[in-house]
Each structure stands twice: as C-alpha cells, then as structure tokens.
C-alpha cells in the first residue's frame, strides 16, 4: 500500500542522506553524486552506518517481543533486508507498519520490495518529518492510535537543525500515541569522535544540514518517556550479547535508545 502525494521527479544532482546512507551499507541505489560525498567519509562513518542498521535489528525485534504490534517507522531510507517489517513479522505475522519518507527513490523501492506478510499490513507514507502532523494523519489510515505503537527515528533527527525545533517534532508525534507505545532512536554525535574524524562539514558543503548532538542533547528527546536499560548508549542491546562489531571504529558514533509512554 502507498500513500501520499504525487512522487516528485528524483533529484540526482545533490547528494540525499538516504543514499549515501545506502552507499555506506553496501548498496546499489546511488547516484554519482552521493557516492563521491560517501567516499569523502572516513571508514568510522561505513562502520557507523552498519552499527545503526544493526541497532534497529536489534530494537525493533525486542520491541515487538514486548507485544507492541504497530510500528511507525520515520526517515524509512532505501530497503535494505532485513527490513523493518521482516524482522516484526517474524516475531508476530500480525504486526502492521507505516514507512515514511519523503525521498521518491525511496518510494519507488518500497513500492517494489516494502511487501507485508498476509497476516498483517506495510503501508508507505510519502511525507517528511518536519510535518509531523501529516505524517500522523497518514499513518491513522493503517495504524490504531487507542493501542500502542512503536515510533522508530533511526538515524534521523541529526538531519534535522535546531531552528526547526526537532523536541516539538518529537512531542508532536508521540502525543496522540496511547500508553505503552515507545520511541526507538539513534542519533549521531561526535561525543567520542576525534576532530579528524568528525566530517560534519562534508555534508554540509554538500547542502546537507548535519547536526550531531551530545548526550545530553539527545536525552532530551526521552523527556518524559521510560528509558529501558541500558539506557541511551551506543551500541545499545537488550536481552542479547553485546555485538561482535561494538569496538569496531565509529560503531560507537551514535547514541541509541528505547523509552516507553506512561
């Protein structure tokens, strides 16, 4: 199922995150243009990128063993398998999803490969985070706001800057949600990163608004919410040995974290 307006004409003259996203992990969706910003990248930011996709695995997975069984999942990126909605139906075939994103590349794909089990339902929402409103509104049509529903922000918010106020983003979109939902983030910092290896300008002269934050910074986006140990960390794992790439340089780049609605 896909939703949402018209899918604008794909822009393969500036780099998008999400496909230098999908360059680091090894994919095939690029475009010259975000390749050359990639391999401008030093190799903590490859590793980083495969650390985050390994927390969602992670996340999700523990998240629906919980019994949570809606998720909705901001800032999608290009499908890499395993997708979000494999590993929850995996867990519970009845699992239903909503993908957002606001890149037409990544519309064509999910479209193509974004495919529910029977059992339960994927829906794709063309529309951007920094109209959280929207997204919310379009969500509704797949998604039972009365039950819980997991929110996943996975590498996403550190694209979004300071004036466009990304704690109301946040607010906004878990209000509606009903007691037990939760939050599911990873959001890049230079916190442990060396002046040599923070490449914050890359993206920018790039015409990509990169805004890492602190651990402080990024805590905040759980204010008010019930942080599940370990608490917000990087590498962050639950019930699961600790991961084999966890001391791999820039696995740590990101903090991650999962935090319950009372």
């Not at 509606?176 to 939050?183: E, K, N, R």
């Not at 990169?210 to 639950?238: I, N, Q």
Request: hydrophobic share 35%; with cysteine.
């Amino acid at each position: 199922m896909t939703s949402g307006t018209h899918a604008p004409r794909i822009d393969t003259s500036r780099p998008h995150p999400a496909r230098i996203y999908d360059y680091l992990l090894g994919g095939k969706d690029n475009y010259p243009v975000d390749q050359a910003v990639a391999e401008r990248l030093p190799v903590e930011a490859r590793n980083g990128a495969a650390a985050n996709r390994a927390f969602m695995r992670r996340g999700v997975e523990w998240t629906a063993r919980t019994g949570i069984d809606q998720f909705l999942d901001v800032g999608t990126g290009i499908p890499t398998e395993p997708n979000l909605h494999q590993i929850v139906q995996g867990v519970n075939p009845t699992c239903r999803i909503v993908y957002v994103d606001n890149d037409p590349i990544v519309l064509r794909h999910a479209e193509a490969l974004l495919v529910s089990r029977p059992e339960g339902r994927t829906a794709y929402v063309q529309s951007d985070v920094l109209d959280p409103e929207a997204v919310l509104e379009q969500a509704r049509e797949t998604l039972d706001f009365e039950r819980p529903v997991a929110l996943s922000l996975i590498a996403l918010l550190h694209f979004v800057p300071d004036d466009r106020d990304p704690y109301a983003i946040v607010r906004t979109l878990l209000e509606p949600l009903a007691p037990g939902s939760c939050l599911i983030l990873s959001h890049l910092s230079m916190d442990r990163l060396t002046p040599e290896q923070d490449r914050t300008e890359e993206y920018r002269n790039a015409g990509i608004d990169l805004r890492p934050r602190t651990h402080a910074e990024v805590l905040r986006f759980f204010d008010g919410l019930d942080l599940v140990e370990p608490g917000l960390v990087p590498c962050w794992h639950k019930d699961s040995p600790r991961p084999e790439d966890a001391d791999l340089p820039g696995a740590d780049s990101a903090y991650a974290g999962v935090g319950f609605v009372r």
